[in-house]
C-alpha cells in the first residue's frame, strides 16, 4: 500500500506531521506532495526541519496568487505527480486550495480521498476555506472526523455513516508531539518577561484586516487593555493594512503592546502555552489553545470550531470594541471563570487520532475495500423514510436484522446522534435509506 500526502501551508504540515509520523514507523510506503503555496524558506522548508520531518519528495512550487489560477496550477501538478507515484489513497487535511486540488485531482483518477478534518463548516459561503472544505468532501470516500459535531454535518450532507470515522483531531497528537520538541530546544524562548500578564494575539483573516472599521475596533480595543501585555506577530500584510489606514503608528506608541516578526511555530506553540490567554481571528488557533489549556478569544462572528465554544473553551467576540474588551477584562478578574476556560474538556480526543486514522486505512486495504470499483449491477432508487424503533436493537444489530436497510440519522427527543454501531436505537427515531440491486 502506497499513502500520497498533499500539504501546502503550516497548518496542514503541522497536523499531518503525527500521521507523517505513524505512517513511517510503520513502514508503510508513502509519497509527500508539498504544493509550495507557503513557498519561502520562513514559511516553508523551516517547517520541516523544525518539526523534525523529512523534506517532501516533490514541490509543485505553486506560490501565491488568484485562488483560480493557484488552483489550477496545483491540480496540473498534483495530476502528474499521482499518475506517475499510482497511490492506493490520498490524504489531505483541513480546507486549503491544496485540499481542493488534491481531492478532485484523486477523486477524477478514481483513487481514494482520505479528508482528515473532514465535516467542518462555518455555514459562510464568504469564506474561501468554507467552499473549499465543502467541496473538498464532495470528493472524498473516507472522512476523518474530529467530533460528531463534524459527523453529523455529513450526514445532513448526503453521506454515508459506513464512511465516517470520528477519530479526534490530529491538532492534539501535533501539539504533544511538537511541545517535546519545543522544550527540549533551549533556544527557543518565548517573547514574555517573568510574571507579565501576557496575551497573544494573531490577526490576518481578510474580512478583518481588509475592513477599516472592523480593523479600527479591534486596534482600539487593544489600546484600551492596558493592564495586559499584548505580544502581536503582525503577518506582513496585516502590517501593510495597518499602515494603511493609519493605525500602525498608535500600537508602536502603547507600550503595552509589543509587536514582533512573525515567529517559527514551535516559538508560538510556547508562547501561548505561557500566555494568559489567546485572541484570535484563526481556526487552527482555537483548536491548539483549548488543546494546551489556554483561554481563547476570538474576532470573529462564526466559527467551524463549535465545539470549543460549547465546550467552555472558547468565546467569540466578533469585532465589537465594547464586547472585546469587557470579555477580555471578565475573563482577567473572574478567576474562577479563568480556571473553567484553561479546564474546559477537549473536545478533539486524546491525542491518538494519527494511530486510529492509519489502523482504519490498514483495516480497509486488508479488507480490500480502498479501491474504488466501477459499479457491476443495476442500482435502484434510494428510498428513505423515518421511523421510530420500538425494539431494544443497536445500529449494528438493526441492520443485519434488516438487510438493506441503513440507519443514517438519529434523532433522539431534540437532539442528533451519529448512528455509531453500538448505539441503542430502543425508542429513538432513525432515518432509514434503502437501496435495492435491480436483478
Do not use: W
Not at 476523518?144 to 477519530?167: C, D, Q, Y
Not at 479526534?168 to 500578564?197: F, H, M
Amino acid at each position: 500500500m502506497k499513502i500520497a500526502f498533499i500539504i501546502g501551508t503550516r497548518p496542514e504540515i503541522i497536523k499531518m506531521s503525527p500521521l507523517i509520523d505513524e505512517v513511517e514507523q510503520r513502514g508503510i510506503d508513502h509519497v509527500l506532495i508539498h504544493t509550495g503555496q507557503h513557498y519561502d524558506y520562513e514559511m516553508s522548508q523551516q517547517f520541516f526541519t523544525e518539526l523534525e520531518l523529512k523534506k517532501p519528495h516533490y514541490n509543485i512550487g505553486v506560490g501565491s496568487g488568484a485562488h483560480g489560477k493557484q488552483t489550477a496550477i496545483m491540480i496540473d501538478g498534483i495530476e502528474e505527480v499521482i499518475l506517475s507515484e499510482t497511490p492506493d489513497i490520498v490524504l489531505v487535511e483541513g480546507d486549503t486550495n491544496a485540499v481542493l486540488a488534491g481531492a478532485l485531482v484523486a477523486a477524477k483518477l478514481h483513487i481514494p480521498v482520505g479528508h482528515v478534518e473532514a465535516g467542518l463548516r462555518s455555514y459562510d459561503k464568504t469564506m474561501p476555506e468554507e467552499i473549499n472544505r465543502m467541496m473538498a468532501d464532495v470528493c472524498t470516500q473516507l472522512y476523518f472526523v474530529p467530533t460528531e459535531t463534524a459527523a453529523i454535518n455529513l450526514l445532513f450532507e448526503g453521506v454515508s455513516p459506513k464512511n465516517i470515522f470520528v477519530t479526534g483531531n490530529t491538532v492534539v497528537d501535533a501539539c504533544q508531539r511538537n511541545l517535546k520538541i519545543a522544550r527540549k530546544n533551549p533556544e527557543l524562548q518565548p517573547k514574555i518577561g517573568s510574571g507579565e500578564k501576557v496575551l497573544t494575539l494573531t490577526l490576518h483573516r481578510a474580512e478583518n484586516v481588509d475592513h477599516p472599521e472592523r480593523l479600527e475596533n479591534i486596534i482600539n480595543s487593544l489600546l484600551i487593555l492596558e493592564d495586559l501585555t499584548i505580544v502581536f506577530p503582525v503577518h506582513p500584510r496585516t502590517v501593510k493594512n495597518l499602515q494603511e489606514f493609519g493605525l500602525l503608528e498608535k500600537l508602536e506608541k502603547a507600550p503595552h503592546i509589543k509587536m514582533i516578526k512573525p515567529i517559527g511555530y514551535l516559538e508560538f506553540l510556547l508562547l501561548i502555552s505561557e500566555s494568559q490567554m489567546v485572541m484570535t481571528d484563526s481556526g487552527g488557533i482555537q483548536e491548539e489553545a483549548i488543546t494546551i489549556n489556554v483561554p481563547c478569544i476570538t474576532l470573529r462572528y462564526n466559527t467551524e470550531r463549535p465545539e470549543t465554544v460549547e465546550a467552555g473553551g472558547n468565546i467569540l467576540v466578533g469585532t465589537d470594541q465594547q464586547k472585546i474588551v469587557s470579555s477580555v477584562r471578565t475573563i482577567l478578574k473572574d478567576k474562577d471563570l479563568h480556571q473553567a476556560m484553561k479546564d474546559a474538556p477537549n473536545p478533539y480526543g486524546d491525542g491518538t487520532a494519527s494511530k486510529k486514522i492509519v489502523n482504519i486505512i490498514q483495516d480497509l486495504e486488508s479488507k480490500g475495500q480502498l479501491k474504488i470499483e466501477i459499479p457491476g449491477s443495476i442500482m435502484g432508487n434510494i428510498t428513505t423514510k423515518l421511523v421510530k424503533v420500538a425494539e431494544d436493537l443497536t445500529v449494528s444489530e438493526f441492520e443485519k436484522k434488516y438487510l438493506g436497510q441503513t440507519v443514517k440519522i438519529v434523532f433522539s427527543g431534540e437532539k442528533t446522534e451519529f448512528p455509531r454501531v453500538d448505539l441503542n436505537l430502543k425508542g429513538k427515531i432513525v432515518l432509514l435509506s434503502t437501496q435495492k440491486a435491480i436483478t
